[in-house]
């Protein structure tokens, strides 16, 4: 089976992705993990990818969906199918994958995207706080520390948020993602493939829609 996973920042893409992980035996693709791998290996294609993450900036998308269409042509992948996850991040990525997948002889067989309000999610994202001393983290509604302004881990009273995680911040890079993903979401329910999830439900209840897309 071969399934792309989708979700806006905070939406709970990473936990599915690992029950998912633990109940069937697809292979977990994440870009970062091919990029990692291809520069350690110091394949062709992963030193052209170190070329530009050494410096700070985005791999070209003709670079990342070669490195992905190598990936998937991989025989652990061919055996067991694959679980895309943080790929594909453009519509133009999207298509690439489809050729690719087209050259491969592979199809893809779900697209689930798990769907929470931009607003809720910017809720989630903003309410992080990381101890200063010793960076346990928290979260002021949904995991705040045991005992109010203490850190369990170390006892620590000194709370400080990431600057990507302020208010503003997390507003605009919700908005930039959501741009970004709505192609691609009409991409896949124009071919049939998509199914959006309610996010906002509790984790198991996710997870179970997830199983019924996927069968038991």
Known sequence: MNIILMGLPGAGKGTQSE???KDYPMVHIATGDIFR???????????????????GNLVPD???NKLVKER????????QGFMLDGYPRTIDQ????????????????????IDVDPEVLKERLSGRIVCANCGATYHKIFNPPKVD?????CGSTEFVQREDDKPEKVGHRI?????TTRPILEHYDQLGLLTRING???IENVYREVRNILGE
Do not use: F, M, R
């Open 19 to 21: 029950h998912i992980s």
């Open 37 to 55: 791998s291809a520069i350690k290996n110091e394949t062709p294609l992963g030193l052209e990818a170190k070329k530009y993450t050494d410096n």
């Open 62 to 64: 003709e670079i990342t």
């Open 72 to 79: 998937l042509s991989q025989a652990d992948v061919q055996e």
């Open 94 to 113: 999207a298509q690439a994958l489809d050729q690719n997948l087209q050259d491969l002889g592979q199809k893809i067989d779900h697209v689930i995207y």
């Open 149 to 153: 302004g203490v850190c369990d881990v």
């Open 175 to 179: 908005q930039l993602q959501y741009d």
């Open 200 to 202: 906002e439900q509790p």
